[in-house]
């Protein structure tokens, strides 16, 4: 089914004094692009025409045009993972919508529960251990396989419910669940928040959002450590906030959200893990001391170096060759930054209002989960200012 005629299907790409100009404002965080074409009627339109999800939108000409691949109602997704030919979507249940936690695309133009509605269907009271209580994040690993990280924590800020984070491995194909790595409260205490995952060889690296910490796991083993825990690297600074339509994004309290230790990348080498606050900066450590069970905390800390001074993101996706994709979410756009450190934008939208995570496939797309976090009514004194429906975009990254 693809999107009706009615339905802008490609969004335009800043031209080059465009992109010179959102460089120099990125870099002094006053970011303010020439307005470009809308996405308004768009949102109307699928949400109208197409119900709750719309199967993937048509091919554009023009390279670096944003594309509408699906939308939904039901999902806010934060979370998009592509394997097997299959196109998996997630988000977290404090969001309040009333979709599944982990779901698959179909041909069918719906959400299917992934891997069954059994493990979708946790509610309070029930053991967490083989059901998702709140996905923030997928990932697919070397072998293709796909990972679910389950913060385990139903309630924005609450703490974590029994049995409810962990690590879920799962076969993309048959929906097989292929292992489960709980995190306990020695790695995953009250107050935290685990976010994403990267993996480079027998580790994989997840961060903390919540207490602000780095988790390696070996998948060996199974045995899970919580490292750089009062780095000054894993957590928020109060003076570099969220700012998203000229407002600072609040805590129901009126406290300017922090978000701790976010976005994390692996050098295509090996060797360093990237790594940052969702505000900003990023910093480096080398792989080689992460990855030591019995290194001191002293000296890991101080391992840690600066890598990127980037601004408040959305996510962040790295290639084989060291280029960082990233959105900004104060200007909606999506940068590239090369292993130089130059940045350049590709593509700057309204319609990106806080795109999550991103994620690369293996043609070049870069497939941007759209949340709209800071419109939800916990961030505005109660009142939902969320533009349905939700929109899944992709790019080509490569001219």
């Keep these: 089914m693809t999107l009706p005629s009615s339905i802008p299907k490609t969004v335009r790409q800043p031209n080059s004094s465009q992109r010179s100009d959102s460089v120099n404002r990125l870099k002094l965080w006053l970011p303010s692009l020439p307005p470009v074409s809308s996405l308004r009627f768009a949102l109307i339109a699928a949400n109208l025409v197409l119900g709750n999800v719309s199967a993937r939108g048509a091919e554009t000409t023009d390279m670096r045009s944003l594309r509408i691949e699906a939308s939904s109602s039901v999902l806010d997704w934060n979370a998009v993972a592509l394997a097997a030919n299959h196109i998996f979507?997630?988000?977290?249940?404090?969001?309040?919508?009333?979709?599944?936690?982990?779901?698959?695309?179909?041909?069918?133009?719906?959400?299917?529960?992934?891997?069954?509605?059994?493990?979708?269907?946790?509610?309070?009271?029930?053991?967490?251990?083989?059901?998702?209580?709140?996905?923030?994040?997928?990932?697919?690993?070397?072998?293709?396989?796909?990972?679910?990280?389950?913060?385990?924590?139903?309630?924005?800020?609450?703490?974590?419910?029994?049995?409810?984070?962990?690590?879920?491995?799962?076969?993309?194909?048959?929906?097989?669940?292929?292992?489960?790595y709980p995190m306990g409260p020695d790695v995953a205490p009250a107050g935290s928040y685990i976010d994403d995952i990267r993996f480079n060889g027998p580790h994989a690296y997840l961060t903390d959002a919540g207490k602000g910490a780095i988790l390696v796991l070996d998948i060996t083993t199974c045995a899970v450590r919580r490292v750089l825990d009062a780095s000054p690297a894993t957590h928020a600074r109060p003076d570099r906030p969220i700012v998203i339509d000229g407002k600072v994004v609040r805590n129901a309290n009126g406290t300017p959200l922090l978000v701790n230790a976010d976005p994390l990348e692996v050098s295509p080498d090996g060797k360093y893990l990237y790594f940052g606050p969702l505000e900003g900066p990023w910093s480096k450590v080398p792989t080689s001391l992460l990855d030591d069970p019995v290194i001191l905390p002293a000296t890991l800390a101080a391992s840690v170096t600066p890598w990127a001074d980037l601004p408040p993101i959305g996510g962040s996706a790295m290639d084989e060759h060291g280029n960082l994709y990233f959105i900004a979410l104060k200007d909606e756009t999506v940068y590239r930054r090369d292993p130089e450190g130059k940045i350049v934008p590709l593509v700057s939208d309204h319609g990106l209002h806080w795109a999550d995570a991103p994620f690369l496939a293996r043609d070049r797309r870069l497939w941007l989960p759209v949340a709209q976090l800071d419109r939800l009514a916990r961030f505005n004194h109660g009142v939902n200012h969320i533009q349905q429906p939700f929109l899944l975009f992709s790019i080509i990254t490569e001219p």
């Design 89 to 180: 979507v997630g988000g977290p249940r404090w969001t309040g919508f009333s979709g599944p936690a982990v779901a698959v695309l179909t041909k069918g133009n719906s959400l299917r529960p992934f891997p069954n509605p059994e493990w979708n269907g946790w509610k309070p009271g029930l053991d967490a251990k083989q059901r998702f209580v709140s996905v923030n994040a997928l990932h697919i690993d070397p072998e293709g396989k796909l990972w679910v990280v389950d913060t385990g924590t139903p309630q924005f800020g609450g703490p974590p419910v029994e049995n409810g984070p962990k690590l879920v491995r799962l076969d993309p194909v048959t929906g097989k669940i292929l292992h489960v």
